[in-house]
C-alpha cells in the first residue's frame, strides 16, 4: 500500500544550522516520484525540491537537497543554513506512474520545523 | 506566469447546506488536484480531473463531487454539509506527467457551523 512516514512530529533548529527532515514511503511501484513541500502559517503549500524513482543522483535546488536512498525507501530533506523564515510546516509526498496516478499526491503528516535565533 | 488562484478564500455554512468552490489553474496546466486538509487526518486526496474528466477520486462520500471545465478551471461542491466537513481544501494544478510537481493555491478555508 502507498504509504508516507514522517516520524518527527516537530524539530528545532538553530539558525545558519543544518537539519534533517526524515521522510518514508512505502510503494509497490518501480516508477514514483518524492516531493517535498512547505506550508507557511499563512496555508499555501509551496513546491521545494523532487526526486524521481529512477534519477542516481540526489537532487539539489538552492538550500534544500534531499537524502534519496532507494533501497531504504527513504527520502529526507537537508536544509542547510536555516533561516528564520524556514520555520513552517513541511510535507513529504509521492506520486505514482502506476495506473496513471496522474495527480494522486500521498502525503505524510508532516515536521513542523521552528528555526530559533 | 499567474499562479493558481482559489475563491473565495474563506467560508462559513451551517449544516446541511451545500457549497461550491472554484480553483483556477496555471495557464497550459489541464491536470487540476484536490486535497482535503484537517489537524485530525492530515492532507487528504478528494479528486483529480484532467480534459474534463476525472481521473482519480480519493476515499471522500459522493456528497464531495467537481468537474472540470473546457478552460481546465475546476470547482468542487460539497452537499449536505457536516461539521466534519470544516477544513482547508487546496487545489493544485500540473502538467500531465507523474514526475511534474504540483503547484499548491491559497486555498479554501471552509468553516462548518
Known amino acids: 500500500a502507498q504509504k508516507i512516514t514522517q516520524t518527527q512530529p516537530g524539530m528545532f533548529v538553530q539558525e545558519k544550522e543544518a537539519v534533517t527532515l526524515d521522510c518514508t514511503y512505502d510503494t509497490s511501484d518501480q516508477s514514483y516520484g518524492l516531493f517535498w513541500y512547505k506550508q507557511p502559517s499563512s496555508g499555501e503549500m509551496i513546491f521545494l525540491i523532487y526526486?524521481?524513482?529512477?534519477?542516481?543522483q540526489n537532487a539539489t535546488e538552492g538550500r534544500y537537497s534531499l537524502n534519496f536512498q532507494k533501497a531504504r525507501k527513504s527520502a529526507n530533506l537537508v536544509i542547510s543554513a536555516s533561516q528564520l523564515g524556514d520555520s513552517a510546516m513541511y510535507f513529504c509526498a509521492m506520486r505514482e506512474a502506476f495506473y496513471n496516478q496522474g495527480g494522486k499526491l500521498i502525503f505524510g503528516q508532516g515536521t513542523e520545523l521552528s528555526v530559533k535565533p | 506566469k499567474a499562479g493558481v488562484t482559489q475563491t473565495p478564500r474563506y467560508l462559513i455554512k451551517t449544516r446541511g447546506q451545500q457549497v461550491t468552490l472554484s480553483c483556477s489553474p496555471i495557464s497550459g496546466h489541464r491536470s487540476v488536484s484536490w486535497y482535503q486538509q484537517t489537524p485530525g487526518q492530515g492532507l487528504q486526496f478528494l479528486f483529480e480531473y484532467f480534459s474534463e474528466t476525472q481521473r482519480n477520486k480519493g476515499n471522500f462520500p459522493g456528497r464531495f463531487s467537481g468537474r472540470q471545465f473546457s478552460n481546465s478551471r475546476s470547482e468542487m461542491n460539497v452537499s449536505t454539509l457536516e461539521l466534519g466537513d470544516s477544513a482547508l481544501y487546496l487545489c493544485a494544478s500540473s502538467l500531465d506527467n507523474w514526475y511534474n510537481e504540483q503547484f499548491f493555491g491559497p486555498g479554501t478555508r471552509l468553516t462548518v457551523l
Open positions: 526526486q524521481g524513482s529512477y534519477d542516481e
